[in-house]
């Protein structure tokens, strides 16, 4: 069983920046890929950034591209997601994700990831 703990989110004006983090727990592989989704209000869950299990790769969608990054550290089975230049669109439950294999390839549906966070809040003030 593998468990995952997001921590970081919050409220921020738009224009600045939070760090969200996903602590893994359980049978976690780090050659797991990791990733973020988001899920506004009354809409679909949306992907936001993957990282191959040695975090090699990087996969970022097109509105989230030069303003977030998203980073993994093996040793303590942790993704991080460093949010740059929020707006009040980037509103939204954030959620950490994770499958049991180290590709990236189809991972932009949420239905191909095993393992769910319960999600952290942000909220841009505009």
């Known amino acids: 069983q593998v468990q995952l703990v997001e921590s970081g989110g919050g409220l921020v004006q738009a224009g600045g920046s939070l760090r969200l983090s996903c602590a893994a727990s359980?049978?976690?592989?780090?050659?797991?890929?990791r990733g973020w989704f988001r899920q506004a209000p009354g809409k679909e869950r949306e992907f936001v950034a993957a990282i191959s299990g040695n975090g090699g790769s990087r996969y970022y969608a097109d509105s989230e591209k030069g303003r977030f990054t998203i980073s993994r550290d093996n040793v303590k089975n942790t993704v991080h997601l460093q949010m740059n230049s929020l707006k009040a669109e980037d509103t939204a439950v954030y959620y950490c994700?994770?499958?049991?294999?180290?590709?990236?390839?189809?991972?932009?549906?949420?239905?191909?990831?095993?393992?769910w966070g319960q999600g952290t809040q942000v909220t841009v003030s505009s």
């Open positions: 994700a994770a499958r049991a294999t180290s590709s990236l390839i189809g991972i932009m549906g949420p239905e191909l990831w095993d393992y």
């Open positions: 359980g049978r976690m592989f780090s050659s797991y890929a």
